[in-house]
């Protein structure tokens, strides 16, 4: 039966070539728009650790007060460095590492290469194991790096390719900043998006990854300024990087494992406790006013997905219902004009199901075509999409296996949706009416 | 023409005049939105810089060993003095920022040292005595700094400006009776007085995000080199040879030391470069809303034709009778359009309504600005034309057709 329908549908669509290409191009357009800009919200909205991320946390401390706190009463979204050293040492969750962005400059050590500048992040050793950052060769550091101020350094494939040619460099040496550091470990590709481990620095979305991690102590006792944002709410006492450190200014980033909502109660609770020593001790001359939000909380309080993506996504969606209600009307047309045939058939003693059948066929059909349509618009959409967005987010848009299911199967089910108050109008057609009319 | 009739005739086909209405104003609703947004955007995008654009462009020297700041400021004067020498260069100046660039510094800006919250923000350009001339940004007040006023500091050093130049829509949010110059401000958050000596006509600040929108034009030149891992040096080619300053001016660096990275990318960037970059996103936004809104329109006037189409083919034989009762084609012609003109202003009632009410919402959700009813007005009367154009065929049509239709069956 259904190639019996097939066979009808495919006859009644070339009766009216013109209606019918109207309503495929419509399905189309409004499929391809509504893919296009979801493919670029889906990749600028995704979790960028979803195994993980309901156990990655961010703490914030309160160390400005009432005067530096938002409308909303929003601590600050970094921290001092006085405060991140604090919970390093108290290390009070699974894992944790405070990070600073850093921009250092590489020395390559063939003579006569020319210096390069690479961005990077000073953290802790917990940092790789609490992120599952993936190794190429190596490892990171342990511990007693960290303690002790070791001169090591994890880098980036993209680096090793550039120094080493790729071969494992783990145990040479790299000379960053004039000092020569050692290599432990190379990272597979890793560059994740957003980069949520630091989107107070990085703001979130960057084309270019983090090349060199160093231990944080080590940047530290090397005097390595920090790149990105520095907030202050008053002028450091001293002056230098030195001074930053003494200061009130946040500039740290921090990120906390822990497992489970009893671990995050109590984290917090020390959080509020640390504040409250604080508090005593004269340093804050506030109520404690610290936060703990997960990382997709936190992404989401951070404004990470730019608005600009979500209203783009929103107007597209509209574009495809104005789609949609066309194609209801259009169907309506198309069916309604075939009154007779219906009639005659249902005279005949075909079921109202049976017209179900026939007619839906033939919506699905034509959302069918106005997928494969779709397809191509989007193929060509994501490719210009670097035309009207960003290189860092329009590089993030892909077509990929899951975007082309998702295309054709949003083109047929929401074309069958839109015929199926038009099927339901030809259902009712009365068989008794129409072939008297005739 | 008479409208009872077609309001009658209507309710034969209420799905089709439900759907086409509906479509209006959907489409409306989206359209006045996006049309809305890409004004805005435009908007946003013309601002004046405030600098002499069409010949100003930007290098970065990032500086291979930092750990010396008395070596990297006499090599920044070494620099400066390179590039003025140049045949295609008219001045250059060191800077940590410049309008439009998207990051640099800002502070609060105070009138009174103990003062909590801030009076505004501004955004903070290091410049020294060739600034203004580099920029072509005039005084239109006080005086420019002289090369003795010039220091040096590193980046985390406390700003001890003495003297500072500021742009007139700071110098008017500071002092709206236009008494500012001579006074004291506090730009450095509330350490240490710097007296205004000069006001500049527009001058853009750095920050181009929304949440800046209020400071856009605050900015304070702060006289001193900043000697950072890395600097800037706005260069101003000659009239008509930037192409050649661009070329010219990174080669005068290297040869002054190689010690140093220029980007091959974006190392050096003209003006015209800087400001696509600043705008990139909303230039993108207002293309996007563009190409959505031609569609729609294109889609809904496809759509019109279609339906109207179906209609005028199922009412043939009554278009018949009409006309063999003595109706002109005129008459026919008009009640279609009557009929598409009733429906239309159905369609833009609602669509108006939608159109505010999403605009509402997207003012809570994303920072949107208030929906002029200009747009709406104009939205409407661009689908009710649009309604017309796209039925104006099919009722062309039916005006055709004959008195005979009136005696055949179907």
Known sequence: MFSYYLELALRSLRRSPGLTALMVLAIGFGVAASMTTWSVFRAVSGDPIPWKSSQLFVPQIDNWGPNGRSDDGEPPNAMSYADAMALMRDHRAKRQSAMYQVSPSVVPAEAGKHPLNVSGHAVYGEFFPMLDVPFKYGSGWSESDDTNRATVVVISAKLNQKLFGGASSVGKTVNIEGKDYRVVGVLDDWNPQPRFYDVVNTGGFSTTGDDVFLPFLTAIQTSMPNDGNTNCNAVPEESGFVGLQHSECVWIAYMAELDGAAAATSYRNYLNDYSREQQQAGRFRWAPNSRLRDLPAWLDNQHVVPSDTKVSLLVALGLLLVCLVNTVGLLLAKFLRRSGEIGVRRALGAQRAAIYAQFLTEAGIVGLAGGVLGLLLTGAGVASVGWVLPRDIAALARVDVSLLLLTLLVAVVATMLAGLYPTFRASRVQPAWQLKSN | ?410
């Open chain 2, 1 to 410: 023409m008479q409208i009872k009739p077609i309001l009658t005739a209507m309710r034969h086909h209420k799905a089709g005049t439900v759907l086409i209405a509906l479509q209006i104003a959907l489409t409306l609703a989206i359209v006045c939105n996006a049309l809305f947004i890409i004004q805005q955007r435009t908007a946003r995008m013309s601002r004046p810089s405030g600098v002499d654009e069409a010949n100003l462009f930007v290098i970065r020297s990032d500086w291979t060993d930092k750990s010396d700041a008395q070596r990297i400021d006499a090599q920044m004067q070494a620099d400066l003095i390179a590039l003025r020498q140049l045949g295609s260069v008219q001045d250059a100046a060191p800077t940590n920022s410049f309008p439009l660039r998207g990051s640099g510094w800002d502070n609060f800006i105070k009138l009174q040292p103990d003062q909590v919250k801030m009076t505004t923000d501004a955004a903070m350009f290091f410049s020294d005595d060739h600034t203004l001339a580099t920029l072509g940004t005039h005084l239109i007040a006080g005086r420019n700094f002289t090369a003795s006023e010039i220091g040096a500091q590193r980046p985390r050093d406390a700003m001890h400006a003495a003297q500072v130049i500021i742009s007139k829509d700071l110098a008017r949010r500071l002092y709206p009776d236009g008494s500012v110059l001579g006074k004291t401000i506090y730009v450095s958050m509330g350490r240490g007085p710097a007296t205004v000596i000069g006001i500049t006509d527009t001058l853009q600040a750095h920050m181009i995000s929304s949440w800046a929108n209020a400071y856009a034009y605050n900015a304070v030149l702060v006289p001193a080199r900043l000697l950072n891992d890395y600097t800037y040096y706005l260069v101003r080619a000659r009239p008509g040879q930037l192409d050649a300053a661009m070329r010219d001016a990174p080669k005068a660096l290297y040869a002054q030391s190689r010690m140093r990275i220029i980007d091959r990318k974006d190392g050096v960037m003209s003006f015209a470069q800087v400001r696509q970059r600043a705008y990139e996103r909303d230039l993108g936004m207002a293309i996007l809303m563009g190409i959505i809104s031609v569609v729609l329109l294109a889609i809904t006037a496809a759509g019109i034709v279609g339906l109207t189409s179906f209609w005028v083919g199922q009412r043939r034989k009554q278009i018949g009778v009409r006309r063999a009762l003595g109706a002109t084609r005129g008459d026919i012609l008009h009640y279609f359009l009557t009929e598409n003109l009733l429906i239309g202003f159905g369609g833009v009632l609602v669509g108006a309504v939608l159109a505010i009410g999403i605009n509402l919402w997207m003012v809570t959700q994303f920072e949107m600005a208030r929906l002029s009813l200009v747009y709406v007005v104009s939205g409407v009367v661009v689908l009710l034309l649009l309604g017309q154009g796209a039925v104006l065929g099919p009722a062309l049509r039916a005006s055709r057709v004959s008195p005979v239709e009136a005696t055949r069956s179907v």
